[in-house]
């Protein structure tokens, strides 16, 4: 399955959605972060501002295998994420869903399909 252009935007807004939530997380405990636990949160913040900007640059010839991965998939995964980081209030934990959805990103923009099945089910183990 070729992932579509309105598709690769929505993934795109996903994912700045994403890091949003980390920033949002980041200031809301930071009196609670170590000075090492903000910057691993503000690196994955920006990578993933930084992956949303990129998959609207690669939209084009995005593809999937089918019977791998779905768009669908791809949703389900990165809304789950969104909500564990509103929603989690350990830190290591947020790294680890933070680290996935950055593993993610970079999956699809390497169009690999393997690796994006692989990291699309990290993310969805990780936030459940």
Not at 12 to 39: D, I, M, T
Not at 52 to 65: H, P
Request: glycine share 4%; aromatic share 8%.
């Amino acid at each position: 399955m070729k992932l579509m252009s309105e598709e690769a935007f929505e993934l795109s807004w996903r994912f700045r959605e994403l890091s949003v939530e980390l920033g949002n997380f980041r200031f809301s405990n930071w009196k609670e972060l170590s000075p090492a636990q903000r910057k691993t949160i503000e690196d994955w913040e920006w990578s993933l501002l930084n992956a949303s900007s990129d998959m609207i640059t690669e939209a084009v010839g995005i593809v999937l295998d089918e019977s791998e991965i779905s768009f669908q998939k791809l949703q389900t995964s990165t809304n789950k994420a969104k909500r564990a980081i509103q929603t989690l209030k350990t830190v290591r934990k947020v790294i680890k869903v933070a680290t996935a959805a950055v593993g993610l990103s970079a999956a699809i923009i390497s169009k690999d399909p393997g690796a994006i099945a692989k990291n699309a089910k990290g993310l969805i183990d990780v936030v459940t």
